[in-house]
């Protein structure tokens, strides 16, 4: 069974940086992707930013391109972390932000119905 929890959310400026924790256990076997989403108040979850953990390709949405960056790190304990690194916020960056993890075999890398363990999320609100 795969278990996500989020941390790192938070209030911020625009302009300013936030990452995201996302503490994964169990999983190895089964998934071989993990994401961030987010959806903010009256719209849609949307992806972020993607990695495909059996090469380390990444993907992103537009929106976020060369402002955002998901990595992760392996731990003893088969458990890993993944982060969001988050720079240069917009007060449209404000949502609540969701890790997930799933196994993707036809990409949808930043598709919602690609992943089927989600963390609870953690909001971060940008101010202007």
């Known amino acids: 069974q795969v278990h996500l929890v989020e941390s790192g959310g938070g209030s911020v400026q625009a302009g300013g940086s936030l990452r995201l924790s996302c503490l994964m256990s169990g999983g190895s076997w089964d998934t071989n992707a993990v994401a961030w989403f987010r959806q903010a108040p009256g719209k849609e979850r949307e992806g972020v930013a993607a990695?495909?953990?059996?090469?380390?390709?990444?993907?992103?949405?537009d929106s976020v391109k060369g402002r955002f960056a998901i990595s992760q790190v392996v731990q003893y304990n088969a458990k890993k972390t993944i982060y969001l690194q988050m720079n240069s916020l917009k007060p449209e960056d404000s949502a609540v932000y969701y890790c997930?993890?799933?196994?993707?075999?036809?990409?949808?890398?930043?598709?919602?119905?690609?992943?089927?363990?989600w963390g609870q999320g953690t909001q971060v609100t940008v101010s202007s």
């Open positions: 990695l495909y953990t059996g090469g380390g390709r990444t993907y992103y949405a």
């Open positions: 997930a993890a799933g196994f993707l075999q036809r990409g949808g890398w930043l598709l919602e119905s690609a992943y089927n363990y």
